[in-house]
């Protein structure tokens, strides 16, 4: 008898589901600015335009509420969340808290692969035109060089805080001067850290971070 019978095996890759496709096609009108903060998204105008029962319009708008993109309020329903310049500084202090332990601890256990895709990832993002895909390599950029940090908590947590992060970064990242800051800041970590100067690399990140959460405030402002 297999006692494990009806568990998902470990491994497979989580097919999309239709929530998935809903959240996707949001979270790119919601970037883009084609949907504004504060607008109302009702389950059943949004069941209609999708064409989907309303059961996955839901998970959809639950799961981007996980990633802070909307607001679910108990009687006035889901909407657009606003672009909050406190919780901008919020999520870039707490990611500068995780991002730099992680760094700091897996400076000195990066091995040649893990430098050598670093060093693709930000190739590919120096020829990237695409928003959505550069603020992805972004997060993967970030995400190989703390790798050899050996706490997957700590990694879990640190890509919760991208996401969160990613609906503000999007509006930055239409900045090409941003852009190419950015990666200017990239590559000084990537030199840092193929150096093993953790320290080094550490300030490298912390300025990173500061220069992006000091743009978005900026652009909030407009
Ligand atoms: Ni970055």
């Known amino acids: 008898m297999d006692r494990f019978a009806g568990i998902a095996a470990i491994g497979v890759p989580k097919p999309e589901t239709m ?40 998970d959809a708008l639950r799961q981007l509420e996980a990633e802070g993109i909307v607001s679910i309020h108990p009687t006035r329903g889901a909407f657009v969340a606003e672009m909050d310049r406190a919780e901008i ?90 852009r190419a800051r950015s990666q200017a800041e990239h590559r000084e970590m990537l030199d840092r850290c193929a150096a093993g100067d953790a320290k080094g690399a550490v300030t490298s990140l912390r300025k990173h971070l500061r220069d992006a959460s000091r743009a978005l405030v900026r652009s909030t402002m407009k």
């Not at 790119?28 to 949907?35: H, N, R, S, V, Y």
């Open 89 to 178: 500084r919020d999520i870039y202090a707490v990611r500068e808290l995780l991002e730099s332990e992680a760094l700091r601890l897996s400076v000195p256990k990066l091995d040649k692969e893990r430098l050598a895709e670093a060093k693709s990832i930000l190739e590919r993002l120096d020829l990237e035109a695409d928003i959505g895909r550069w603020g992805a390599l972004n997060r993967a950029f970030h995400l190989s060089l703390y790798g050899a940090c050996g706490n997957n908590r700590l990694l879990a947590l640190i890509e919760a805080q991208h996401k969160t992060a990613d609906r503000y970064v999007r509006v930055i990242l239409s900045n090409l001067d941003y």
């Open 19 to 58: 929530a998935d496709r809903v959240a996707n096609v949001l979270r790119e009108a919601i970037a883009k600015g084609t949907l504004r903060p504060g607008t109302v998204l009702r389950q059943d105008e949004l069941a209609a335009r999708f064409r989907f029962s309303r059961m996955p319009i839901r």
